[in-house]
């Protein structure tokens, strides 16, 4: 019965629509189920300087490389062909600008790790979740600079067409796509396979935060006031309104009608 079976086709041809699955499904969930956790926890106002610093190199080079491996990996073989770009010129530019992206977040993500473990007031703020995925964005870091070595190796851009075409065959549902990447480097195959795992921890954790990253730019295109509650040392009520009230003062002003005074909501494009 097993005789014919083959790890490579659970990890690689059914692993992946497993993760999207959770990823997208998760995500609706928690918004849905629990959406004042829909952030990302605060600790800017301990160790402000190593924060700033290890969350800059971290942002930067995760970013670079997340829409780095975005395009590089579903930008059709044939747009390539059709623009004469050689494969490579797109393999050497994933080398030069990836390379320093990964080893920018990896300090990065080192410094924040660093901080969260090492400060006693900061770890007890910090969930186990939180720990384990930067943890695990670490490694996934590290193990995808250490692909580099086996890059080199294959400057011709084969290999990087090989992942090209999986990624392609997965999104449009080929089942066969898993052959693609059958006998490639272990360490290309445990990239893959980090990644599958932290895209299916994805709405169980602080990565959540990534969502409304994207969508706050279509909420204010879309001109939909945003509010924040800000505290005033005022000790009395604000005084009543004269003339008619609007709803937006209705929305500006809610807790004087509940008897707190202390508390009010503020537009920040005010």
Known sequence: MFANFDINFVLFGVMPYVALTI????SIARYERDPFTWKSSSSQLLRRKQLIWGSILFHVGILTVFFGHLIGLFTPVRVLDAFGIP?????????????????????????LLHR???????RVTSSYADIAILGLIWL????????ITQTLQHMDGSEMVRFMTWSQSVVTWNLNAWVTVVDVHWLY?????????ITMLFPFTRLVHIWSGFAAPLRYLLGRPGYQIVRSRRKSA?????????????????????GRPEASIANPAE
């Open 189 to 197: 195959k445990l990239h893959i396979f980090l990644g599958l795992i």
């Open 238 to 258: 604000l005084p009543a309104p004269s003339g008619p009230v609007s709803a937006t003062t209705h929305a500006a002003v809610p807790p004087r009608a509940m």
């Open 87 to 111: 494969y490579a010129l797109k393999q050497w530019m994933a080398v030069l600008i990836g390379g320093p992206a990964g080893i920018a977040a990896l300090i990065g993500a080192t410094m």
């Open 140 to 147: 996934q870091l590290a193990i995808g600079l250490l692909t």
């Open 116 to 122: 969260r473990l090492s400060d006693p007031r900061i």
């Open 23 to 26: 990823f997208l499904v998760g």
